[in-house]
């Protein structure tokens, strides 16, 4: 409770909303939506594609809301997003990555979601996965992760990155099989892979594909955020020059290009 009222106090209009949509979840009881969860890793678009669904008014996601399940039964918290919705809205859930939750490494989570076959499972991917360490990297330096105007863009002073191959393999290698492991795991469920590029450069058409999905009223998507690091990688990665020649001749050479 403690927690909740901090955060409406540093955004009273988005605890508004919450609040009212909660009321009338309870109030109006609805059961008859489409179950979703968008999976991925951190900085893959993963807030730009919530504001994108968040913007229809047959959708609702919420945020990351197993990255830290403190000791409270899964299904406690599934039931928040899953047990009732408002009248109107059809599809509803929440983001997960592939490593929550991050304090309980036994949590049942994923077992209940796998084992669920009628949720619809959206899966996130940035192709440029260098771009994604970067965003990644920036982030934890300056504690900027959105922005929505270009004073937030511009509070983040020093973008220069820099990162030892190894730890760009094991990034890489990592995603691929997170990837790989969720196609596998959730082979039975409804299922859709959206690109975050192709979100950028057209998000009508790649929205039209999970508003087909979600067999929902097509529409054009809006989001008041801004992209952070349109940067060239040259201007990004002190140590760029190096790491582009050691990663040339191998499958994440296209990175670099």
């Excluded at 097509?218 to 690091?229: C, F, I, S, W, Y």
């Amino acid at each position: 409770m403690i927690e909740t009222l901090k955060k409406s106090l540093k955004n009273p209009a988005k605890a508004k909303r919450v609040l009212k949509h909660r009321l009338l979840s309870q109030i109006q009881r609805n059961t008859n939506f489409k179950k979703v969860i968008v999976i991925g890793r951190a900085r893959t678009g993963s807030n730009l594609l919530l504001s994108f669904m968040n913007s229809h008014p047959e959708l609702h996601m919420e945020g990351e809301i197993f990255a830290y399940q403190k000791s409270k039964p899964s299904q406690t918290i599934i039931d928040r997003v899953y047990k009732f919705q408002p009248d109107g809205i059809k599809a509803a859930g929440f983001k997960i990555f592939y490593h929550h939750p991050m304090d309980d490494k036994d949590s049942d989570i994923w077992e209940l979601l796998r084992a669920d076959k009628s949720i619809h499972v959206i899966q996130l991917r940035r192709e440029n996965m260098l771009r994604m360490h970067i965003s990644r990297k920036v982030a934890m330096q300056s504690d900027v992760w959105t922005a929505a105007s270009k004073k937030e863009v511009d509070k983040v002073r020093n973008r220069k990155v820099s990162f030892t191959k190894e730890e760009l393999e094991e990034g890489f290698n990592k995603t691929k099989r997170w990837e790989a492991n969720a196609i596998e795991d959730f082979s039975e469920h409804p299922f859709i892979e959206i690109c975050y590029e192709r979100m950028i450069s057209d998000p009508e058409n790649e929205f039209a594909k999970l508003t087909s999905f979600l067999a929902v009223e097509p529409m054009a998507p809006k989001t008041n955020l801004r992209k952070q690091n349109p940067g060239k990688l040259q201007d990004l990665i002190e140590n760029y020059e190096s790491l582009k020649a050691e990663f040339a001749d191998t499958e994440w050479q296209k990175f670099f290009d």
